[in-house]
T-cell receptor, first 116, second 115 residues
Framework: ETGVTQSPTHLIKTRGQQVTLRCSSQ?????VSWYQQALGQGPQFIFQ???????GRGNFPPRFSGLQFPNYSSELNVNALELDDSALYLC???????????????FGSGTRLTVV | AQTVTQSQPEMSVQEAETVTLSCTYD???????LFWYKQPPSRQMILVIR??????QNATENRFSVNFQKAAKSFSLKISDSQLGDAAMYFC????????????FGTGTSLTVIP
């Protein structure tokens, strides 16, 4: 299977709730990153996982957490949702050697999260 | 901290004409990569072109080429023979060898192609 698949495509949650977003990467892609893209902005780095361990984090609070599984899938969990968490969430995966230069990353089409 | 600036929120071009999108960046790293990504309404970020900072030669991919000015920290994208399918948001992005686990993106330029 090729490409990166994210689910769900759209989601509406209430402030204070918790949400889990999912990403299924290409086989062999053991590096996955998550980005938050607010409306009218460029994507902002949340964190990266390599071989199921977090190996980099952007300026996001601990209520943003993640998991990566051996089957090349991953999750982004957000607790205590706030209105400002409304955004498009993108995941991107790569082989680690390709990722060094950045060009080997494949992005998914994202999950549009709306917090009301 | 690395920053990427795109000063043109919107651009338009006539079909078959040429358009240039601007990008500047700030970094203290000496080894890094620069990218242009296209984001159509499907929302998926698609790599358009990549430039390694150590290469003096400007990258070219078919109708897409860059003007990389390392001293000026400028990285513009030229689209030749514009097509209707080129209409999208274009993001300039930076990735450093020392901060290599993340992309830094600009705020994007919305490109409209006029038939």
């Amino acid at each position: 299977e090729t490409g990166v698949t994210q689910s769900p495509t759209h989601l509406i949650k209430t402030r204070g709730q918790q949400v889990t977003l999912r990403c299924s990467s290409q086989s062999g892609h053991n590096t996955v990153s998550w980005y938050q893209q607010a409306l009218g902005q460029g994507p902002q780095f949340i964190f990266q996982y390599y071989r199921e361990e977090e190996n980099g984090r952007g300026n996001f609070p601990p209520r943003f957490s993640g998991l990566q599984f051996p089957n090349y899938s991953s999750e982004l969990n957000v607790n205590a949702l706030e209105l400002d968490d409304s955004a498009l969430y993108l995941c991107a995966s790569s082989y680690p050697t390709q990722g060094i230069g950045g060009g080997g990353y494949t992005f998914g089409s994202g999950t549009r999260l709306t917090v009301v | 901290a690395q920053t990427v600036t795109q000063s043109q929120p919107e651009m338009s071009v006539q079909e078959a004409e040429t358009v240039t999108l601007s990008c500047t960046y700030d970094t203290s790293e000496s080894d890094y990569y620069l990218f242009w990504y296209k984001q159509p309404p499907s929302r998926q970020m698609i790599l358009v072109i990549r430039q390694e900072a150590y290469k003096q030669q400007n990258a070219t991919e078919n109708r897409f080429s860059v003007n990389f000015q390392k001293a000026a920290k400028s990285f513009s994208l030229k689209i030749s023979d514009s097509q209707l399918g080129d209409a999208a948001m274009y993001f300039c992005a930076y990735r450093g060898s020392n901060t290599g686990n993340q992309f830094y993106f600009g705020t994007g330029t919305s490109l409209t192609v006029i038939p």
